[in-house]
């Protein structure tokens, strides 16, 4: 279902860092099956796709509702209360047009007068619905939102109307959201304790927004369970140890970026999602490789000259869509006024595949090696697989540069500036420290 090949990055490993890295992803995978490693009351992803099994039903059931009451359901969350679910949808519905639900718009990412007004607008001869996703419900971009499109539901249709097409996913006793939804009557589903935001993309998190977008979310997490069982292997032939290994081999001679690179644009929001795993799993203690990306060939035509010539301090991640869903030929033509014609009864995905092979090798003799992940196809059983090949990756990977994987300790750092410009109750020395501090700049 998923190999990955190190072809285009092996000049740039050495055979005993190979073997030493071996031992040490080894370890840490010893580390995380038995609890005894940083951040171990953040397990809960390793066997969750198993335990979701039995949620589908109510999941479904629910998502079920919300299509028949909804022409637009809003999805409220900002970092893995959404990016896993966006990632997903992106990924398996049609370019051009909705799969078998409601549309699905996500707000509460961001913090835009202008969208939040505009979605208003749009939704004035909508029936929509709202599934508002925090732990606390007290996040700053969630909460604004959901406060804001819950009042718009509520002088559409009535407190009680409201009151059954909104859908709160939360902690399971505690905190402001909890709260609202045992005092309002709204379904819930629970975020587990012990599953952070970035890996909670299998939970109902993900899995409601999924359901309610048509896609079959009993495949998704078979595709993950498969995983779990072919990732166990403690060798460098475990793709996820070819991986790890890889990258901090790269790691370790100075490369400091790490370009996630796809020539698929579906994959686009699997990027931001990966970015946010690894950024937020290893990005501490002045350690960790940054993770960007960029969508080919597209982007080679604005980023290629600097990773191809530019400083060498990155390496590329490369997935690849073995089979396409859909495909088709070049025509000939008599004038072949563009050229093209040696390219005749050729497919597209064959010429894409050709442009990522020659720009592999073009990036690897320039000094931008490339570890290239390939997966038969895109469907929601591999979509499953790849999101635990990836948390597992990252898991190891943190224990490997010595981090905890599982905690974001600098996140609160621009919460706490931003609180203090807002003069928020609370924070009132932090308000005269940061004003003064304006004056002075």
């Known amino acids: 279902m998923l190999n990955v090949n190190v072809d285009y990055v092996k000049p740039a490993i050495d055979s005993s860092d190979k ?24 397990l809960g992803w390793l066997e969750l796709a198993k335990h979701m099994k039995h949620q589908v039903n109510d999941i479904n059931t629910v998502a079920s509702r919300l299509k028949e009451s909804s022409d637009v359901t809003l999805v409220i969350g900002i970092g893995g209360s959404y990016l896993g679910a966006k990632a997903t949808l992106e990924a398996l ?9 409601p549309e699905l718009i996500f707000v509460g990412h961001h913090i835009s007068s202008e969208y939040m007004a505009d979605l208003t607008d749009y939704l004035e001869d909508k029936r929509f619905s709202i599934n508002v996703i925090s732990k606390s419900g007290t996040t700053t971009e969630p909460a604004l939102a ?13 407190k009680e109307e409201a009151s059954k097409r909104i859908v709160a996913t939360t902690d399971k006793e505690k905190g402001a959201l909890r709260h609202l939804a045992i005092q309002e009557g709204y379904d819930t589903f629970v975020i587990p304790d012990d599953v952070g935001g970035r890996y909670s993309v299998l939970t109902p998190v993900g899995l409601l927004p999924i359901a309610i977008s048509g896609t079959d979310v009993d495949q998704l997490l078979d595709g993950a369970i ?18 790890v290994m890889a990258r901090h081999s790269l790691y370790r001679q100075g490369k400091k970026l790490e370009l996630f690179i796809h020539y698929e644009p579906k994959l686009a929001f699997l990027a931001e999602w990966w970015k946010q795993l690894f950024g937020e799993s290893e990005g501490k203690e002045n350690k960790g490789l940054y993770p960007a990306s960029a969508g080919f060939t597209t982007d080679l035509h604005s980023l290629g000259q600097y990773i191809q010539e530019g400083e060498r301090h990155l390496f590329e991640t ?25 390219l005749s009864d050729q497919s597209i995905d064959t010429i894409n595949k050709k442009a990522m092979q020659g720009t592999m090798l073009a990036h690897l003799d320039g000094g931008a090696p490339s570890i290239l992940i390939e997966v038969d196809t895109l469907d929601a059983v591999h979509l499953g697989y790849l999101f635990y090949f990836f948390e597992l990756s990252v898991a190891l990977s943190g224990y490997v540069l010595g981090v905890n994987p599982f905690d974001q300790p600098g996140v609160e750092a621009y919460k706490k500036n931003m609180f203090a410009l807002l003069e928020k109750p609370g924070f009132e020395e932090e308000t005269k420290v940061i004003k003064e501090r304006l004056k002075q700049s």
């Open 19 to 42: 073997k030493a890295l071996e031992q040490e992803i080894a370890s840490a995978h010893e580390k995380l099956e038995n609890g005894t490693g940083k951040g171990n009351d953040f």
């Open 93 to 101: 519905k049609p370019y051009f047009k909705n799969n078998d639900g």
């Open 146 to 158: 959901f406060r804001h499109f819950k009042t718009l539901l509520e002088n559409k249709v009535g």
């Open 226 to 243: 498969q995983a779990r069982k072919d990732f166990n292997e403690r060798t460098l032939d475990n793709p996820v140890y070819q991986y």
């Open 318 to 342: 490369v997935i690849s869509i073995n089979n396409a869903s859909r495909d088709f030929k070049i025509p000939q033509t008599k004038a072949n006024l563009d050229g093209l014609n040696y």
